[in-house]
């Protein structure tokens, strides 16, 4: 217990007075014996990164699906680069960077297969819809049981603004922690420009596109992507500091020029027909897994290893579905739905 009494004791003295501090940490939802070498926060980031649900992030969908060239964005590589940021982010505000690789590190843990086309889907088909925050929590808490603190278990909840602010004025939608905040702004920087830089690798959108239609927003954001990274990720720490750290937060100006990017995408990448055709297609593949998993008790026995019976069929199926990476959807769906060639010797 010593060693981590005297990390604790080094967390009291360098961190800032607005870090949250593992000493101080809420607790689990079960109560357990600490660990003699780690803080709590430490503890969160390795069962994370050695649990079955981040070891599939590797293969599921970012933006591309099942991309062929080596250096596009999965899942994973998506939220590695978003908790470099966050860290970056709390290490100059003085903040606890392990309770922020954490919520880092888990963020998108029940992200489905298919990016946010299989998010879509599976919010249209599923009772009560789905949201891949509150999956990423059902992971950890029911389905993997890592037993997370308060801290970590709230930031992963609240990482979210798909189709919001980038920082929200609701307060009930910021993160508790300052940490968790600074992953929902980290994931923001980090998606637009790996996005947009795949995008121009991917030949979707062109340069030219580009500046003709956000040229002004790059002027202030940058005009390559380690410049971009760098600014924005400046910019927050600037604004944060200035506003003495009640709450993370972004330039007015970074913030709309963040918002047009986001626009920009949305329209030429997310919904472009380049990528929309083949989500149409993925939304297919999970709508009818879905649709044959829950009306055939048997085969989901057989092939996910639980009982419909147990349960609600709909919330085992979703989850055995959302876990799923793309190239084991693809494989379930062709072994169900389509003929398989006869082995004749």
């Known amino acids: 217990m010593v060693v981590r009494k005297e990390l604790e004791a080094r967390e009291r003295r360098l961190l800032s007075s607005e ?11 079960v109560r357990e014996k600490e660990c003699g070498l780690r803080m709590a926060f ?13 070891r599939r992030l590797k293969h599921k969908t970012q933006v591309f699906l099942t991309p062929s060239g080596d250096h596009y964005r999965t899942r994973l590589t998506h939220t590695l680069e978003v908790s470099q940021i966050a860290r970056t982010i709390a290490r100059a505000l003085s903040l606890n960077e392990d309770l922020t690789e954490a919520i880092a590190l ?22 009560g819809g789905f949201r891949h925050p509150e999956q990423s929590l059902r992971v950890v808490d029911e389905i993997e049981k890592l037993n997370l603190t308060a801290e970590v278990r709230d930031g992963i909840v609240k990482h979210t603004k798909r189709g919001g602010p980038i920082v929200p004025k609701k307060r009930s939608l910021m993160a508790l922690t300052l940490e968790g905040q600074i992953v929902r702004i980290a994931d923001s920087i980090a998606y637009l420009n790996h996005d947009l830089d795949d995008a121009l690798r991917a030949k979707v959108i ?7 239609e956000v040229g002004d927003s790059l002027k202030l954001l940058g005009t390559s992507h380690s410049q971009r990274i760098g600014r924005m990720v400046l910019d927050v720490v600037d604004t944060t500091l200035q506003s003495g750290k009640q709450h993370i937060s972004a330039s007015k100006d970074m913030l709309e020029s963040a918002m047009r990017l986001r626009g920009f995408l949305d329209r030429e990448v997310y919904n472009g027909a380049a990528v929309h055709d083949d989500f149409i297609k993925a939304s297919k593949v999970i709508r009818e897994l879905y649709e044959y998993y829950t009306t055939s008790p048997e085969a989901f026995a057989r092939e996910a290893g639980k009982n419909l019976l147990d349960a609600e069929p709909y919330r085992l199926v979703c989850d055995f579905i959302s876990g799923m990476t793309d190239r084991y959807a693809f494989k379930a769906y062709e072994q169900i739905f389509l003929p398989q060639p006869w082995m004749i010797v």
């Open 206 to 212: 062109t340069r030219r596109k580009v500046l003709a």
């Open 42 to 54: 430490q503890r969160d980031r390795d069962r994370i990164i050695h649990s079955k649900a981040f």
């Open 19 to 29: 870090a949250m501090l593992s000493s101080e940490s809420r607790g689990r939802l």
């Open 106 to 127: 888990g963020h998108d843990l029940g992200h489905t297969p298919f990016g946010h086309a299989g998010e879509a889907v599976l919010n249209k088909i599923v009772p």
